[in-house]
């Protein structure tokens, strides 16, 4: 698509998250069958039905900007995903792979909330006060996910693991 005004640019990058959480609600699933800890597999799970939740608000809002709901091919969240479809085949199952996929689950949170902040600024100085709401319930949700997952981490997770793997040495 060639972007000819600031309305088009804002469209193309909705169309760079659809297709961004689309990849996150293939990819989930995988990884959550990958987890050891059962606080991070519910927090991923959970996630998992947000997700979808942003689809929907993304389909809604090109509903309201009258637009088709497609996508864009996002390299980002592609390339975001395959380092960390690595990081889980490369590792054995446990406290190290758990460290893995929160430290990929964050880099994904954190091109998100980059994302939707951009969305959002661009709604407010297009005047779409409604896409707007929508666009800040979604980045609401994808803080909230990275303070979680940091609080698994930190919680526990993380100093048991090391813990764990010092004894073992």
Same mark, same amino acid.
């Given at each position: 698509?060639?972007?000819?005004?600031?309305?088009?640019?804002?469209?193309?990058?909705?169309?760079?998250?659809?297709?961004?959480?689309?990849?996150?609600?293939?990819?989930?699933?995988?990884?959550?069958?990958?987890?050891?800890?059962? *606080?991070?597999?519910?927090?991923?799970?959970?996630?998992?039905?947000?997700?979808?939740?942003?689809?929907?608000?993304?389909?809604?809002?090109?509903?309201?900007?009258?637009?088709?709901?497609?996508?864009?091919?996002?390299?980002?969240?592609?390339?975001?995903?395959? *380092?960390?479809? *690595?990081?889980?085949?490369?590792?054995?199952?446990?406290?190290?792979?758990?460290? +893995?996929?929160?430290?990929?689950?964050?880099?994904? *949170?954190?091109?998100?909330?980059?994302?939707?902040?951009?969305?959002?600024?661009?709604?407010?100085?297009l005047d779409l006060e409604d896409v707007v709401d929508l666009l800040d319930d979604t980045l609401d949700e994808e803080a909230e996910a990275d303070e979680k997952l940091s609080a698994i981490a930190t919680g526990?997770? +993380?100093?048991?693991?090391?813990?764990?793997?010092?004894?073992?040495?």
């Amino acid at each position: 698509m060639k972007e000819n005004t600031f309305h088009d640019l804002f469209v193309d990058q909705l169309r760079d998250l659809y297709d961004a959480e689309q990849q996150i609600t293939q990819a989930l699933p995988g990884v959550i069958g990958a987890v050891s800890s059962d *606080e991070l597999r519910r927090a991923l799970e959970h996630h998992l039905e947000l997700t979808h939740g942003h689809v929907e608000r993304l389909e809604q809002i090109f509903s309201d900007l009258g637009e088709p709901a497609t996508g864009k091919s996002c390299k980002g969240m592609e390339g975001l995903l395959q *380092e960390g479809e *690595e990081a889980v085949k490369n590792h054995p199952s446990g406290f190290l792979r758990d460290a +893995l996929i929160i430290a990929g689950a964050q880099r994904i *949170e954190h091109y998100e909330i980059s994302g939707y902040g951009t969305a959002k600024a661009w709604g407010e100085e297009l005047d779409l006060e409604d896409v707007v709401d929508l666009l800040d319930d979604t980045l609401d949700e994808e803080a909230e996910a990275d303070e979680k997952l940091s609080a698994i981490a930190t919680g526990g997770l +993380l100093s048991e693991g090391i813990n764990e793997t010092a004894a073992a040495k």
